[in-house]
């Protein structure tokens, strides 16, 4: 099958038409790509955005297009098969997502010691996509590769399914934003595309976009706040992976599959229909369907370092034994306690980008046309202000337990600092 030969097109909110090839929809019409239509992009979102209801799906069909885009318009020499490689890898860049995408993540790092970048591989060397591969000519293990950012060869490839500034962020920032409402991704993402170069094998920004950069980079960091990271999604969020912790003895299928068609059963769809089946966890999809969340008992963020703090960040075994204390002080059952931090599995993206702008290289030219390289924090005043030190410490519980709860907690973190829900 020829694989630049035209199929049709698909309708997209943000870019229009996407034209797909035949061979882009061979593997589009997958059982691997179509289950991502029961895949929600940001569940729990949508008890407080009502259009939050987005899935994997598009988004891996922005990213195909982004990167294809990237890809032919880098200053660099691609082959047509380099291109498509590149195309192909940022369709199945999430096929590896579990049911409740991020929120399986806390499930499946805890017990099976897997990410979706894990999984994604697998299904891509182990299912129809190798054979469809491997008929027109591609290698799977290599696609695999490039669809969680690794490649050999050309490092500069991955970095545009995965890096710092890659195309699969420039999709998902302007796609939350549209469906949630909440108007932080007007992101200028074709100044960047058309600006990118190559620099020491690595993707580079131009100079002349750095306004644009700015705005990508201010954009995440308010959306963490306002989306990512919003209290009310949070308190969805963990009940929903409160309740698969307490389902997965009932129905082992959640944590323990040997084969793709087992792990591809698992959507959103399937799971909740377990989870509210289930003794153990009908009770939490029932305050769902209700809308009875949990309550912030107790936030506070923090901007300076602590080898204390840290630990609580870093170290699920202190967080849980902060829990029992905190339970202790206020006489109520250690599992209606949740500390909540941004660097749990189940929360998508981080708040601190002061370790993460360093990597994006940017460059200037000279008259000659020399790419010269420059230094991020030393052109940009912005950048300079986010990489202030930032993390945030959260409280769960019951309603009715709130007030017992904030005491304890004050107790032991100080006064907090952000009024509760």
Known sequence: MPRKEYWSF??????GYIHITEFEREIIDTRVVQRLRRIKQLAGA?????????????????????????????????????????????????????????LY??????????????????????????????????????????????????????????????????DFIPRDSYHTGAGYGNVDVFRLIYTMDVLDDNLAVDMTAISALETFILARVESFRSI???????????MISMAMERAKEEFPVIINFNSPDDFLDLDDYRVWAMLKSSKESEHIIRKLERRDLLKVAYSKTFHVKDEFLQSIFMNETIRRNLERE?????????????????????????????????????????????????????????????????NIIRIYTWKELRDKVAAAAEKIFGEAQSPRQ
């Open 46 to 102: 949508e008890y407080v955005y009502p259009g939050a209801n987005h899935t994997r799906f598009e988004h891996s069909l922005g990213v195909m297009y982004l990167a294809g885009l990237l890809a032919e318009n880098l200053p660099v020499e691609l082959s047509e098969d380099e291109i498509c490689m590149v195309k192909i890898a940022g369709l199945l860049h999430d096929v590896g997502h579990g049911p409740f995408s991020h």
């Open 326 to 390: 905190i339970a202790e002080l206020a006489d109520v059952n250690t599992e209606d306690v949740i500390i909540d931090v941004p660097t749990v599995p189940s929360v998508p993206y981080g708040p601190s980008f002061g370790s993460e702008t360093p990597e994006i290289p940017i460059f200037s030219r000279t008259r000659d046309g020399r790419k010269v390289p420059e230094r991020l924090s030393e052109v940009s005043t912005v950048i300079t202000a986010l990489k202030g030190f930032m």
């Open 228 to 238: 990512y990271f919003h209290k009310v999604a949070r308190a969805a969020q963990i």
């Open 10 to 15: 698909i309708k997209d909110p943000l870019y």
């Open 105 to 170: 993540e806390s499930i499946s790092t805890k017990y099976m010691r897997k990410t979706h970048e894990d999984f994604t591989q697998w299904l891509i060397r182990s299912t129809e996509v190798a054979d469809i591969l491997s008929d027109a000519g591609f290698s799977p293990r290599e696609i695999s590769d490039l669809a969680v950012g690794k490649c050999e060869k050309k490092r500069y490839l991955g970095q545009i399914i995965s890096s710092a500034i890659d195309v699969d962020k420039m």
